[in-house]
């Protein structure tokens, strides 16, 4: 079975960039894995962004995605790759 990739962007209100971050991992071998880990992961970053006094008060979204090798390619608009 195809492995999962977690997308995770969280975006803080005010800010132009958002941060982002990718984790593959052969233990995501279904959705339901990968989506466990986001709830530890977006913790995690909303304490840094709360340790940041300059984000205080400050809105932050999340937009998570777990997805296969295809998917994300199709997300990615790869048409071909190598493997």
Known sequence: MDAF?????ACI?????????????????T????EARIDDIARAM???FGKRPEFKGRQVT??????DREQLWHKLGVTQAET
């Open 31 to 34: 959705v339901q894995a990968c």
């Open 13 to 29: 209100s005010g800010e132009a960039t958002c941060t982002a971050a990718r984790i593959s991992e052969q233990g995501f071998t």
């Open 46 to 48: 909303t304490v840094e």
């Open 62 to 67: 999340y937009d998570v995605s777990c997805m």
């Open 5 to 9: 990739t977690m997308v995770i962007v």
